[in-house]
Antibody, heavy 121, light 109 residues
Framework: QVQLVESGGGVVQPGRSLRLSCAASGFTFSNSGMHWVRQAPGKGLEWVAVTWYDGSNKKYADSVKGRFTISRDNSKNTLYLQMNSLRAEDTAVYYC??????????????WGQGTTVTVSS | QTVVTQEPSLTVSPGGTVTLTCASSTGAVTSDYYPNWFQQKPGQAPTALIYSTSNKHSWTPARFSGSLLGGKAALTLSGVLPEDEAEYYCLLYYGGAQVFGGGTQLTVL
């Protein structure tokens, strides 16, 4: 079955970096756009970034532009989120989600269970 | 900054019908925004319900339907069950970036 498993979360100090991973299985990963979405404690969902099926096009939310980088390794069926210059407001559960098409522009269907990132000194 | 607005909370009786809406600060929502709807229960990851305005996923119960209504995207639940109590989020596409609404807490009472 289609499965997404996030990892790499943890506690990190402000200004430091962290890389999240999302391992995909049960579908042809290289055909799908992929998203990162986050949810701060007690808050709503916030779309973070999307990458096209081949990594050729990427879009970011303004709140993370210039600090976060989405990437993928289709040979490893893995999606990444490199997070630099982390701030307290980046504290959230981070979900990866499969896009509905190769560019991910029409939404997403399957979600992982999330990994928690806490930015605190 | 683009803002997507949903009703903060709604209450419906079991067996009743309720419509949740999703508005864009940029103007009327059309099918070009590819409205999506998601359900999230406490402590769980979101579950996709509707994509591209009105299309259901294979797992979406028949009582959920999506549409455009008065310049907004809409999610209608007919024959509401107690298990439908949850937070509901819409998602709109803005030519690359995508934006979630703030969510609607649906109470079944």
């Amino acid at each position: 079955q289609v499965q997404l498993v996030e990892s790499g979360g943890g506690v990190v100090q402000p200004g430091r970096s962290l890389r999240l991973s999302c391992a995909a299985s049960g579908f042809t990963f290289s055909n799908s756009g992929m998203h990162w979405v986050r949810q701060a404690p007690g808050k709503g969902l916030e779309w973070v970034a999307v990458t096209w099926y081949d990594g050729s096009n990427k879009k970011y939310a303004d709140s993370v532009k210039g600090r976060f980088t989405i990437s993928r390794d289709n040979s490893k069926n893995t999606l990444y989120l490199q997070m630099n210059s982390l701030r307290a407001e980046d504290t959230a559960v981070y979900y990866c989600a499969r896009g509905l098409n190769s560019g991910g522009w029409s939404g997403m269907d399957v979600w992982g269970q999330g990994t928690t990132v806490t930015v605190s000194s | 900054q683009t803002v997507v607005t949903q009703e903060p909370s709604l209450t419906v009786s079991p067996g009743g019908t309720v419509t949740l809406t999703c508005a864009s600060s940029t103007g009327a929502v059309t099918s070009d925004y590819y409205p999506n709807w998601f359900q999230q229960k406490p402590g769980q990851a979101p579950t996709a319900l509707i994509y591209s305005t009105s299309n259901k996923h294979s797992w979406t119960p028949a009582r959920f339907s999506g549409s455009l209504l008065g310049g907004k995207a809409a999610l209608t639940l007919s024959g509401v069950l107690p298990e439908d109590e949850a937070e509901y989020y819409c998602l709109l596409y803005y030519g690359g970036a995508q934006v979630f609404g703030g969510g609607t807490q649906l109470t079944v009472l």
